[in-house]
């Protein structure tokens, strides 16, 4: 689980929120028996799995009272930039 400024589906994104955002011993969720159907190829007996749930949300109580902190981010044309010089001093990147 993600917050809306991460792009669930770009596993970058993912994993950034979850090196910068998750607490392994808070933020995990372990949900035995979920429903799930033959399609699945971890599935068990009477159509069960079990699940992990992360949660790589920004905290809560943190963002309510404003004492997380912002995200450090480079404009699109100076990202553009960037990869250009680095393209020229270590071939395609």
Request: charged share 30%; with cysteine; glycine share 4%.
């Given at each position: ?7 669930c589906?770009?596993v ?8 910068t ?9 372990i949900i035995q028996?979920a ?11 009477g ?6 749930l992360i ?10 009272k404003g ?13 553009a ?12 990147v």
């Amino acid at each position: 689980m993600v917050d809306e400024d991460i792009d669930c589906s770009d596993v970058d994104q993912v994993l950034w929120a979850m090196c910068t955002r998750f607490d392994p011993v808070t933020d995990i969720d372990i949900i035995q028996k979920a429903w799930s159907s033959g399609r699945d190829p971890m599935f068990l007996p009477g159509n069960f799995n079990n699940r992990i749930l992360i949660d790589a949300c920004v905290p809560y109580d943190r963002k309510l009272k404003g004492k997380f902190p912002s995200v450090v981010d480079v404009s699109p044309e100076l990202r553009a930039k960037l990869k250009l010089k680095l393209e020229k001093i270590l071939g395609s990147v």
